[in-house]
């Protein structure tokens, strides 16, 4: 029997992690289960494939950094963080607990391996601009990741961000769009519509990838397409469906901030893929 490929491996982890989603948030009893299951694949080819991370050294100066700009979908990196090794996998039920460390928006340092707090939707991407420009002027190798909800691109911050790393072309910066065209109103187009996004992203001087942001292969490559790309920022626009892997989750609003009961986690656990 053949040895198991790197990507088969990513495959069968973005199935245990959405499993720990799922397990998490119905302990929780609260949370965000659609967007956290539509960026799996996103999280998990970043931080078993290309991110440059210790997680038994999280503060190592040379690491990549990582910011998780929609932090309502802070279970799915809790997930993989626990199967990368910054913390024990059973810490995962604690989520939203008095006093767990796993809250519901993530908190700098808590655990190790959160670069910094995020929840105020719009903001993260300023927060990564500020990374890029600070590892441009001082010479450092590592590389900047920022994953946006579609529905948060819709915030005048994201832009005024955007517009700042295309002038000053960072190439050391990553912005990925989790396109699964559902915010917690409905439709992201029938709120504020977003289309074309990619063209939005090339006017701002961008290098835009765009993918099947369930397709792990797709999610490796464009990392490693945009580490190539210089004097420009890249955004990889990774279309995805809300609530992947749950068929009465997916593409359904009422699942944005809803937690499962015990019979309809039973049933998601059933239903998975």
Known sequence: MSEMSELEKLQ???RVVREDILRMIAAAGSGHPGGSLSAVEILVGLYFSR?????????????????LSKGHIAPALYAVMAHAGYFPREELLTLR???????GHPAKGRPPGIEVSTGSLGQ??????????????????????????????????????????????????????????MQIDGSTEDVMMLDPCADKWRA???????????????????????????????VI?????????????????????????????ELALSQLY
Request: hydrophobic share 40%; aromatic share 8%.
């Open 12 to 14: 069968r982890m973005c």
């Open 51 to 67: 991110l440059r991370h210790r997680p038994a050294e999280p503060d190592w100066a040379e690491r990549d950094r990582f910011i």
């Open 97 to 103: 607990k008095l006093g767990s460390r796993l809250q």
């Open 124 to 181: 993260g991407l300023s927060i990564g601009v500020g990374l890029a420009v600070a590892a441009k002027l001082c010479g450092y190798p590592w590389r900047t990741y920022v994953l946006m909800g579609d529905g948060e691109i819709q915030e005048g911050q994201i832009w005024e961000a955007a517009m700042s790393a295309g002038h000053y072309r960072l190439d050391n910066l990553c912005g990925i769009v989790d396109r699964n065209y």
């Open 204 to 234: 701002f001087n961008w290098h835009v990838i765009e993918i099947d942001g369930h397709d792990i292969a797709q999610v490796v490559a464009a990392y490693d397409e945009a580490a190539s790309v210089k004097n420009k920022p890249t």
């Open 237 to 265: 626009v990774a279309r995805t469906i809300k609530g992947k892997g749950v068929p009465f989750m997916e593409n359904k609003a009422a699942w944005h901030g809803k937690a499962p009961n015990a019979q309809e986690l």
